[in-house]
């Protein structure tokens, strides 16, 4: 079972940076397509972004594209979102999780804790 541990997140002010990392255990983090998914409070967990198994292709949801940007480190099990130019809307808890298919809301694992994003105004 592949267990996923986020970190990074925090409290910033509106227009603010943070990046947030997932790391992956297990031998194939490589053959995942990974994604980033968020819930804000009273709110559906909501699909992200996500990005190819080789890191060469990326997909953005319309509220974050231009701002957030996914990256991965294969050799480190490690998917990453730097966020630029936040905000308060961005407030949620943040996860990350392999995908069954690129660019869909397609978790394949248990969830991890998460990590907490709170952007003030």
């Known amino acids: 079972q592949v267990q996923l541990v986020e970190s990074g997140g925090g409290l910033v002010q509106a227009g603010g940076s943070l990046r947030l990392s997932c790391a992956a255990s297990?031998?194939?983090?490589?053959?995942?397509?990974m994604g980033w998914f968020r819930q804000a409070p009273g709110k559906e967990r909501e699909f992200v972004a996500s990005i190819a198994k080789s890191g060469g292709s990326t997909y953005y949801t319309d509220s974050v594209k231009g701002r957030f940007t996914i990256s991965r480190d294969n050799a480190k099990n490690t998917v990453y979102l730097q966020m630029n130019s936040l905000k308060p809307e961005d407030t949620a808890v943040y996860y990350c999780?392999?995908?069954?298919?690129?660019?869909?809301?397609?978790?394949?694992?248990?969830w991890g804790q998460g990590t907490q994003v709170t952007v003030s105004s």
């Open positions: 297990g031998r194939a983090f490589s053959s995942y397509v």
């Open positions: 999780n392999a995908l069954s298919y690129y660019a869909t809301n397609s978790p394949v694992h248990a």
